[in-house]
């Protein structure tokens, strides 16, 4: 089955610090997705993307907060500033269509310090 | 969209079928039921959706009331793999990035 690919597993960072968490939906993948979920929480949407621009964004996702699709394959989520609250577990998602199943990635565990 | 009402925590002996509960009683027409799975802290797996009828895949099956007001997820020989967290969300599918809205899930735990 096709893969939703997310580098690094890992990321240790210090506090301030700008992180950029990379993820490569499936190949023919139209809505893309990002949520976080803090260690014992439930999954939280951040922000959902398509044709190139931000559809929905969640409290959440503030001006520290951004995404892009830079090149039509990686779709990155970046974090100006970090906080030690931004740490968690973070996971893309991508589905072809609305009323599809969403495929997650395994996720990027963001450490702050 | 619809909020979904589980119970925290269910178990279940290896081998034999773990169905897990739903409440969904404020659902809309329009919107589907979904059905996903996390295993420890992995990323939520895909299991099962379906709007009216009852759905059955390679996973489990998914039992859906006339009323649509609950459903219920079967998995029909249940694993040690299965131990996971269980979320039962309802999703309207419009034209757009529509998103996944987490509850608290179901804690499976299979027993051997």
């Known amino acids: 089955e096709p893969e939703v690919t997310q580098t690094p597993s890992h990321q240790v960072t210090q506090m301030g610090q700008e992180v950029i968490l990379r993820c490569v939906p499936i190949?023919?993948?139209?809505?893309f997705y990002w949520y976080r979920q803090i260690l014992g929480q439930k999954v939280e949407f951040l922000v959902s993307f398509y044709n190139n621009e931000i559809s929905e964004k969640s409290e959440i996702f503030d001006d520290q907060f951004s995404v892009e699709r830079p090149d039509g394959s990686n779709f990155t989520l970046k974090i100006r500033s970090t906080k030690l609250e931004d740490s968690a577990m973070y996971f893309c998602?991508?589905?072809?269509?609305?009323?599809?199943?969403?495929?997650f990635g395994s996720g990027t565990q963001l450490s702050v310090l | 969209d619809a909020k979904t009402t589980q119970p925290t925590s269910m178990d279940c002996a290896e081998g034999r079928a773990a169905n897990l509960p739903c409440n969904h009683s404020?659902?809309?027409?329009?919107?589907?039921v979904y059905w996903y799975r996390q295993i420890h802290s992995q990323g939520p797996q895909y299991i099962i959706h379906?709007?009216?009828n009852n759905e059955t895949n390679e996973m489990a099956s998914l039992i859906i009331t006339e009323d649509r007001k609950s459903s219920t997820l079967i998995l029909p020989h249940a694993t040690l793999r299965d131990t996971a967290v269980y979320y039962c969300i309802v999703r309207v599918a419009l034209h757009g990035a529509q998103k996944l809205v987490f509850g608290q899930g179901t804690r499976l735990t299979i027993n051997p």
């Open positions: 998602a991508s589905t072809r269509a609305t009323n599809e199943k969403l495929f």
């Open positions: 379906g709007l009216k």
């Open positions: 404020t659902i809309s027409g329009n919107e589907y």
């Open positions: 190949s023919n993948h139209l809505y």
